[in-house]
């Protein structure tokens, strides 16, 4: 129920329509990097290759498993930006 | 499940930071603790170096060194978001074997030798085979990761001051047929539309584009929209059930090559149904029909020429009458029912229609004609030139727009659109080049495969091939191989950041500066043409292609031809002469080394978002709504071409019952030599498979895992087959992505290639499986 709660009012933050401004011409760029991301997390269990969002935050949108937290359970498209990695985990719990 | 008050004020965070980033998926979060400035490290701008997405990166430096790269938060393509690929980029120039010294082969060994050896030896080898067997004898293979810099100079020197035509680049194999549909359809290249259309549209038609995959982050632009906006559709038209598939809400699976019909079965259900905009198409549109049977470029010095005839609306119905879904149902493997549903979808007045496609149509031996086919959709719906709503073409490489196409590095172009064998054009490039305008040769020579076909025969002796890796990616690829290394005369340069399949047939290796290591600028997909400072030098004695380029010119006697202080934006400025007033005008350099990319043309200080359209495109006056105004000849309308379906050159039969599709996995990038070395991504997916589909294997005593052979009347290959992976094969199809070095899965390929664009069909052979 709260991961609900949570998830909405996320997804309401985030309907706020973002359009793409121009960048004013920047060369602060040390500003910028501070709280731009770097390299994402690779993957250290066993996942379906075929996995998306819906699989992924099973876990990591609850806490389920000690799964850590998504900082960002709105992208769903996970497996573009985290791919497998050394596996040292054993495989999630069977939903 | 339940949450703790902790989790909960975890996650609320990072919906605050959301809403504070900018209130979209794709934003960066604002960490609660922001890191302390990393303190030494000098951070600059640049575009990724990978697809034709062309998101912003920032590059950190300390001690000469890049040691980081983030997601530009200030980027408008990706809001701060990368691909995997991306994120990895401070890991790609700093492989073990990166080349630090010219090589020079002698027998069967590379030596090290001086640049000035190696330059020597190369400029003789030029001039020994120009006096032997004339300019045409030499060639240039080049590519879409060029920047705009090095295009520009290899064009200028081997149009300008050797005298032939014989410049191609690799983008020949990937874009084509999308810029000769351009042409054909709206005479002048690239879209109208920008990638704004993905947050503003409400329908997405993807055509053979894993965009999950292979545009990762623009596929992440359009989720993150349909997140916001329920009514958001995305149909994945596909010939295997891809990552894309899985998060569209439709996909619609099609027997390969039948896109043809399906497009036309889509038009002739608009037509029949009478859901077309006739206004639209009385001031903006002309119906033409070419040569049909046109032949697959199959053999050698293979020609074409197609001869348009102007036809009318009545002739185009009749054209399409025997297009029923019906029919179409049956070719094409798609319900009828469907085909009358998604053709209702695309002309639905309330929806806001795009579509997207990349080498389904483009590496295809009717690749001009997809291209024409969708234009064609939308053109009879007037679902165009409006924000949110275009057919966007997706470009591949980093730069096939900004450099091969804009720049003309074909054999049959000039830059801005311009062509050799128009004497006007001609005519203007010696005068910004300063040349004699008799130098160019109003001949086009070869389109890639042509000239590696002419390599192989002799016709060719001395070819350069820089920042591509023909010798892995070309179809039928052990014909090319070996006639590379034929000997009598023929002597290859091959210019990289790291050995490759191509380095080890080279007789001369020249080492390279790559990405950052060198001051550039590339264009990708949307006009956006981006520039990025040098960051770090590169490593031992490796140096920019540019400066190669001009190194043979200047020994070659062409020196004048690159009399620059700062070369790169003395050509940047030269070259912006070219397109100034032909509606593909670029701002002056400045302008680009801060802005995050500017959208041509660029025209007093503001880019262009839609072209061709009113109130947005400075060449459209008030009052004209859409005008296609490079398109004099058919009085600024566009065309909707009559194409009819016609099979592939080479289909499944008794011998080899399966159809074989080559593409891209989205941890590597085309041929491996960079995403391979580094581990992160080398990992995810070390080696290319064979995706298969469980009952075929099964039929065939085939288990998951195991190996198999595969042959084509070309070549042979063992992989592992993959049954149950992130793509799944349809029946009679199988998938082998051909990033891997030690897997040459275009041995088995089909040189056929669309008449029109030259472009080869990797995605269509056929094959024959078997246990190993």
Redesign the interface.
């Known amino acids: 129920m709260?991961?609900a709660v949570?998830l909405l009012?996320?997804?309401a933050?985030?309907?706020?329509?973002?359009?793409?401004?121009?960048?004013e011409?920047?060369?602060d760029?040390?500003s910028?990097?501070?709280?731009?991301?770097?390299?994402?997390p690779?993957i250290p269990h066993p996942f379906r290759?075929?996995a998306?969002g819906k699989y992924c935050l099973r876990c990591h949108g609850?806490?389920?498993n000690g799964a850590p937290?998504s900082?960002?359970?709105?992208?769903?498209?996970c497996?573009?930006?985290?791919?497998?990695?050394?596996i040292t985990l054993h495989s999630p719990a069977k939903k | 499940m339940e949450l703790s008050r902790r989790d909960f004020l975890k996650a609320s965070a990072a919906a605050a930071a959301f809403a504070a980033a900018g209130a979209s998926t794709m934003a960066s979060l604002r960490p609660k603790d922001a890191a302390a400035s990393e303190g030494d490290i000098r951070w600059g701008k640049a575009p990724c170096r990978f697809c034709g997405t062309g998101c912003g990166v920032l590059v950190g430096v300390r001690d000469g060194r890049i040691v980081a790269t983030k997601g530009d938060p200030q980027a408008p393509v990706n809001k701060g978001l990368n691909c995997v690929k991306g994120y990895f980029l401070s890991k790609i120039l700093y492989g073990k074997d990166r080349l630090t010294k010219p090589l020079i082969r002698k027998g069967n060994t590379m030596v090290e030798a001086s640049w000035d050896e190696a330059m020597t030896l190369i400029a003789s080898k030029f001039k020994e085979s120009i006096d032997k067997h004339g300019p045409d004898s030499v060639a240039m293979y080049g590519s879409g990761q060029w920047t705009v810099f090095e295009g520009y100079a290899a064009s200028k020197l081997f149009k300008g001051g050797i005298g032939t035509n014989n410049v191609e680049p690799n983008a020949r194999l990937c874009m084509a047929s999308s810029v000769t549909g351009f042409m054909t359809t709206f005479a002048s290249d690239e879209p109208m539309g920008c990638f704004d259309d993905l947050d503003l549209g409400d329908t997405f038609f993807l055509w053979g584009a894993n965009m999950a995959e292979c545009h990762p982050v623009l596929f992440s632009r359009m989720i993150d929209n349909r997140l916001r906006n329920p009514q958001v559709k995305i149909i994945d038209f596909a010939t295997r059930f891809t990552r894309t598939s899985q998060m569209a809400d439709h996909y619609v699976k099609f027997n390969p090559q039948t896109d043809l019909a399906l497009l036309n079965a889509i038009a002739h259900v608009i037509i029949r149904d009478k859901l077309y905009d006739e206004q639209f198409i009385k001031d903006h549109v002309v119906f033409k029909r070419g040569k049909e049977n046109i032949g697959y470029g199959l053999e050698d010095r293979f020609k074409f020429a197609d001869e348009p005839i102007l036809i009318d609306f009545d002739k185009y119905k009749t054209f399409l009458k025997p297009y029923t879904p019906e029919y179409v149902a049956k070719l094409s493997g798609v319900p009828a029912k469907t085909i009358v549903e998604l053709a209702h979808l695309y002309a639905d007045k309330s929806r806001k229609v795009n579509s997207l496609w990349t080498m389904g149509f483009n590496q295809h031996t009717r690749g001009t004609w997809a291209n024409n086919l969708v234009y064609n959709v939308h053109l009879l719906t007037g679902k165009i030139c409006k924000p949110g709503e275009n057919p966007l073409s997706l470009t591949g490489q980093p730069s096939a727009c900004g450099t091969t196409r804009e720049v003309g590095t074909f054999t049959h172009r000039l830059p801005a659109d311009m062509v050799v064998m128009n004497p006007e054009h001609r005519e203007k490039a010696a005068k910004i080049w300063g040349i004699d305008p008799n130098k160019i040769p109003a001949k086009p020579t070869y389109n890639a495969t042509e000239m590696f076909r002419a390599l192989d025969r002799g016709d060719i002796k001395v070819v350069w091939i820089q920042v591509t890796n023909p010798f892995q990616s070309l179809p039928n690829l052990n014909r090319y191989r070996k006639g590379a290394r034929k000997g009598d005369g023929r002597f290859i340069v091959v210019s990289d950041i790291y050995p490759t399949r191509s380095t080890e047939l080279a007789d001369v290796i020249l080492p390279s500066a790559g990405w950052v290591e060198k001051e550039g600028m590339f264009g990708n997909a949307e006009r956006r043409t981006q520039h990025w400072f040098k960051q770090v030098d590169p490593p031992g004695e490796a140096r920019n292609d540019l400066w190669q380029t001009m190194e043979l010119a200047r020994r070659l006697g062409h020196g004048n031809l690159f009399p620059y202080k700062y070369p790169e934006k003395e050509i940047w400025e030269e070259y912006r002469k070219f397109g100034e007033g032909q509606g593909k005008d670029l701002a002056p350099y400045e302008a680009y080394t801060t802005a995050r990319g500017l959208r041509w043309p660029v025209v007093n200080g503001n880019e262009t978002l839609y072209r061709y359209a009113e109130g947005y495109d400075p060449y459209v006056k008030a009052g004209e709504g859409v005008k296609f105004y490079k398109n004099k000849a058919d009085h600024y309308k566009a065309v909707v071409w009559a194409r009819p379906y016609e099979p592939a050159p080479e289909v499944p039969d008794k011998h080899y019952p399966f159809w074989l599709c080559t593409g891209r996995v989205l941890e590597h990038w085309h041929t491996g030599t960079m995403t391979g070395r580094v581990t992160e991504l080398k990992r995810a997916y070390p080696s290319a498979v064979c995706e298969m589909h469980p009952d075929d294997a099964r039929r065939l005593g085939i288990k998951d895992l195991q190996k198999v052979k595969i042959t084509s009347r070309r070549g042979s290959i063992f992989l592992q087959v993959n049954l149950n992976g992130r793509g799944k094969a349809e029946k009679g199809n199988i998938f082998v992505a051909f990033f891997d070095e030690g897997k040459l899965i275009n041995e088995l390929c089909l040189d056929a290639y669309c008449p029109i664009s030259g472009e080869p069909d990797y995605k269509k052979c056929a094959v024959n499986i078997e246990k190993a």
């Open positions: 709260k991961v949570c009012a996320v997804i933050y985030a309907s706020f329509f973002s359009s793409p401004v121009q960048a011409a920047q060369e760029y040390e910028d990097a501070r709280y731009a991301e770097a390299q994402p690779t290759d075929a998306d609850t806490g389920l937290l900082p960002h359970p709105v992208r769903i498209t497996t573009e930006c985290h791919v497998k990695g050394e």
